[in-house]
Every structure is written in C-alpha cells, then in structure tokens.
C-alpha cells in the first residue's frame, strides 16, 4: 500500500509540486511576501507599545507613550498600513528580474498602476484614503505587480519603444524606451478603474476582496489548517519544500496580522489565529512534523548511532531545523515514520491554533525571528499558557514518535546482527601457503 501511495507522488505530486515552485509569477508572489517580514515585526512592535500604559501603570515611560501617540503609531501607519504598495514594488522587481528587464521601469510603472487603481480620494476632495494600501490591497496588489511587468515584456517584444541614437546615455535612453509602455500601462489601468467604479460602485481592491473572502476566511477554521498541514507533511515526507504553498498562504497569513494589530490598536477582540508566528511556533515547533519526539527517542537509544544522531540533531532542533533528523534516522521517505510524522505532525502541530480557535489562548499580534522554541511562542502573543500548549506538544510528540522508532530500532539490529552473521560466514579462499605468498607481496589492496 505505501508503495502504491509512494509510487502515485512520485508520478503525479512531485513534478506539479516542482513545476509550482519554479513558476515565474508564484515565486515572486513568495519571494516578495518572504520580503515583507521586516515590516510585519516593525509594525507588530509599535502596535503592542500603545498597551503598554495599561499595563505598567503610571509612569514616566507610560506618560511618554501617551503623549507621543502620533510618533509611535506612524511606524505601523507605514509598515503594516502600507505593505500592499511594498508588495507590488517586491514582485515587479524579481519578476522583472526574471525577463531581464529595466527594473526601475518595472517597479515605477506597477506602483503607478496600483496607485491608479487604489487611490480614493475623501469625501470633500481635499485629501486621499489610504486604506487599500495595507492588507486590504494585497491580492490586487499582486495581480497589478504581474500585469504591469507582463505588459512591460510584451512591449519589449513587440518592440513598441523609442529607440535614441547611439551615444545617448544609457539611462536617458531607457527612460524614453519606457514611454510607449507607460502609455499602454497608464491606459490599460485607466480604463479599468473606470469600469470598476460605473459598474461595481467600488475599487478593484474591494472588489477582489469580495470575492476572495472564502478562501481568506476558510483559513479562520483550524479544520481547514488541519487539512493544509496534512498536505504540508505529506509533501514534505517524499522530499518536497513546504515552500510550495507559500505563494497561497503567506498572503493570508500577513492580511491576518495586519487585521490583528489594527484591531488591537482599537482596542477590539483579535479576528484570527493564523499568521506566520503561530504557524512557525506551533506547526513549526522544533520542525516540521515535530521530529523533537523521534530526537528525544534517538538520544535515548540503546543503538550507538541513533544516540549520535539524536545529540547532533538536539541543538537545531531548538530552533526549527530538522534536516539532521529527517534524513539522519532517516525519517524522509522512510514507511515507518509516515504516521508519525505526517498524522502526527500535522494534529499536534495544529493543536495549539485549535486552543487560540476556542479561546484558551490568547490570538497573535506579533512575528517573531527565529528565537528558539518556547519563547518564540510566547512573543507571538504575550501568554504564557501558549508555552503551556508548547509543552504538551512535545510530550505528544515523544508518545506518538517513541512506538515507530521502537520498530526502526528493532530492524536496525537485526540487519546488524545479519550483516555480521554474513561476515562470519565468508568462507576463506585462500589456503594457508597462498595467505602467506600474498602476505609477502605486501599489495596495497
């Protein structure tokens, strides 16, 4: 059966699963998301410093936090409020960096169309709105950044440029390449703006938000992250980078931050329990598929090379590097260890998330680098039972993994046992007078 199984992903998952990795657009998508870190931890950070005066009480630090509110929410007015305009700059470069084109003609000229489409202007006409401009705007955001620089590209093609004389200067000359472009951009973007508010009465990054609402809410079920998790731990057993899913899951995960710290900022109970911090504290708790059980097992051993193998795998474990186990017990593509690491990995990884869902623990405001386990957790939200639920998951862990490796070990002695028996049964070719006459030779082999 598992050879079946094996057999159906090797011919059907994993080449799909390689071609969506090496997709143009879908790693732009997640290359540009994985750029947007710095700015979810900066505006996490300053989002929780406006709480801080109920907290601490009265005092000089509170008074200071008080009096400059303007000053500390204008880095998450920037960060988080703006990221949408930061994505679409992000995918117009490494895709314009794929076709090999001018890239700041392909990041001014998607920033322009995603203006154009997401700019709304007050009520009185004295002034702009900048909501669609944070999580919001995201997805359109996204689709303009492949569009303008697609565009761009087919222009180049077409050659509809300007062509200037020898000895003009390489960036002069590029500028004026781009102005049949710009037009066919700034047109095409025109007319969908207007199309978009005669027909719909709203903004393309409204509208698209509609529309996408049950795929960005679905992720509010922690079923349905139980189900993406599965999918993550099949994939990655056969040897396949969760990274696959990034381009569909990153999105979500930085539009359910964002939605976290606005609502904390207002003083409203938080929405969700899936961003990044979660998925990497608790999903990600020691690795993927929460190999601390099979590591804790190894060092435990009876077998001199699982106690080996289980030292060297310890440390990194501690803060989500798993590679030393996965392919040193090995548990990648290993039939024993599917279970565990796939079943196993994907409930006691979700676990946590399904305590967030029922209101055990509190919801995440913040990303965290990479800090370790337990305290990574706990950054995420600020509540120590989340390193409670840590704990259970590595208890569990330890259960679920210890019964499989039992069995692994158990098979790894009797090859032992059989490879020695092999070696004692080899039967001397030599007689003693031929021994001695080789001996004498002294030859290397």
């Not at 290359?31 to 505006?43: D, H, K, Q, R, Y």
């Not at 696959?244 to 539009?255: E, K, L, N, S």
């Not at 939605?259 to 999903?283: D, V």
Request: aromatic share 14%; with cysteine.
């Amino acid at each position: 059966m598992y050879k079946k199984f094996e057999a159906i992903m090797n011919k059907y998952m994993m080449p799909l699963a390689h071609k969506v990795d090496k997709q143009r657009h879908l790693s732009a998508i997640k290359a540009s998301m994985v750029a947007m870190t710095p700015f979810t931890i900066l505006g996490s950070f300053f989002s929780i410093l406006p709480a801080l005066p109920n907290m601490i009480g009265d005092n000089p630090i509170s008074e200071f936090i008080i009096n400059n509110q303007e000053i500390i929410n204008l880095p998450v007015t920037l960060s988080i409020g703006m990221i949408s305009l930061y994505v679409v700059m992000c995918i117009s470069y490494h895709l314009g960096t794929h076709y090999k084109l001018y890239i700041p003609g392909c990041i001014t000229l998607s920033t322009f169309a995603f203006l154009f489409i997401s700019i709304q202007s007050t009520d009185d006409g004295l002034g702009y709105i900048l909501k669609n401009f944070g999580a919001n705007g995201l997805f359109c955001a996204m689709l303009v950044g492949i569009i303008s620089v697609e565009l761009y590209n087919w222009c180049k093609k077409k050659n509809l440029t300007i062509h200037m004389p020898e000895g003009v200067p390489d960036f002069v000359s590029k500028s004026f390449e781009l102005i049949p472009t710009t037009i066919i951009v700034g047109g095409i973007f025109i007319v969908i703006r207007w199309a978009s508010l005669s027909i719909f009465g709203a903004l393309p990054p409204q509208i698209l938000t509609i529309f996408l609402s049950p795929l960005v809410g679905s992720m509010d079920n922690p079923w349905a992250v139980l189900f993406l998790h599965f999918c993550i731990c099949t994939i990655f057993f056969f040897g396949i980078h969760s990274s696959v899913f990034g381009p569909i899951t990153r999105p979500i995960m930085t539009i359910y931050i964002a939605e976290n710290i606005e609502a904390m900022s207002m003083g409203q109970a938080l929405p969700h329990f899936y961003t990044a911090g979660t998925s990497s504290s608790c999903f990600g708790f020691t690795g993927c598929g929460i190999t601390i059980g099979c590591v804790i097992a190894c060092m435990l051993s009876k077998n001199k090379r699982y106690r080996k193998i289980g030292q060297v795998a310890l440390f990194p474990s501690l803060f989500g590097i798993n590679e030393p186990i996965l392919f040193g017990a090995p548990i990648i593509l290993n039939p024993i260890m599917f279970i565990p690491f796939v079943f196993g990995g994907a409930i006691i990884g979700t676990l946590p998330m399904f305590f967030m869902s029922w209101g055990w623990i509190s919801k995440p405001v913040f990303d965290p680098p990479y800090v370790g386990v337990f305290l990574e957790a706990f950054l995420t939200n600020g509540d120590w039972r989340i390193i409670i639920a840590n704990i259970i998951q590595l208890v569990l862990a330890v259960l679920i993994y210890w019964p499989f490796f039992k069995v692994m070990e158990r098979n790894e002695e009797k090859e032992a046992l059989l490879r020695q028996k092999n070696k004692e049964q080899v039967k001397e070719i030599f007689d003693a007078e031929e021994r001695k006459l080789l001996d004498d030779l002294d030859l290397d082999f």
